[in-house]
Structure formats: C-alpha cells, structure tokens
C-alpha cells in the first residue's frame, strides 16, 4: 500500500504500531536467536497476510491491472500452515485446509497428520480437539467480520 500511495499523490498511508520496540511488525516482524557454537538464526513470525491469497491477487489486479502471475507470483498453501514446538521438543502440527462447506480437504497423508495432532490435543486436555475446533469456529467469525471492515475496506 504504501509503494503504491507513493505513485498516486492522493493517497495517505498512516502505520501504526501497538508493541514496544522488541516486537515491531507484530507477526510480520522477526527476530533473532543466537544458537552458540552454531550461529544465529532469523525467525520470521508471519505475516497472516499471506494466508489470505485473495488480498494479495486483488491488490495486483487493483495496482497494475495484471495477476500476481505475470510477475512472477506464485503461491502455494503450505500443509499443515504451523508446526509448534514446545520447550521440551514436543510438536504438534496446526492449519489444515477445509473446504468451502467447512470439511476437512486433503491428501492422506495430511489427514493421518491433522488426526495425530487432534488425539495429542485431546491427550493434553479433556475434549481438547473438539475445544480447538470451538476456537477455530471463533477466529473464522473474527475473521468474517475483520476482512471486509478492515483488510477489503476501499478508501477511494
């Protein structure tokens, strides 16, 4: 947005930041950790903005009047989207994709994969995966209401 409020005079792009210098760029900031003897390493924390593949082709076609393609923008979903790693190198593997009418769509091999991590949910909690699932029904609400009041909002 703000290369392209560069080229149109007309446009203002205000940024804000909520967190304190350690955590600019929230998810789409990053950070470094420094493994002795072995280096240091860059760890990215996002940016959710790329698990909405609409937002970004709309803004080529918006910006240039061409797909992403075109320029050489190829995006693929990643599955599962998370794997988190837990002090003690317990993992468990997060983000499947659904269909359209919210079931479950995949390969075998993801589905074996998102069964093993709902039995580990339901190991570290009573109705652990069916909790998940209540949290997953809730963050989709969030981002129903988010993306056209926030992310799809024309300002033109």
């Known amino acids: ?92 593997d997060l983000g499947f994709p659904a269909s359209d009418d919210g079931k479950k769509k995949g390969s075998s091999d993801s589905s074996s994969r998102e069964n093993q991590s709902r039995g580990k949910m339901n190991q570290w909690e009573e109705n652990g995966a069916q909790k998940w699932d209540e949290y997953m029904r809730c963050t989709a609400a969030f981002l129903d209401c988010g993306l056209p009041n926030f992310i799809e909002e024309r300002l033109d």
């Open 1 to 92: 947005a703000k290369q392209h409020a560069k080229h149109d005079k007309n446009i203002e792009v205000i940024l804000l930041e909520k967190n304190d210098e350690k955590m600019i760029g929230g998810r789409c900031g990053s950070f470094d950790i420094n493994v002795p003897d072995v280096g240091t390493f860059r760890h990215e924390r996002g940016p959710s903005l790329l698990l909405l593949k609409s937002v970004y082709q709309d803004l080529f076609l918006d910006c240039t009047r061409q797909s992403g393609e075109t320029y050489g923008l190829e995006m693929k979903q990643c599955v599962p989207a998370y794997q988190v790693v837990f002090d003690d190198g317990d993992v468990i």
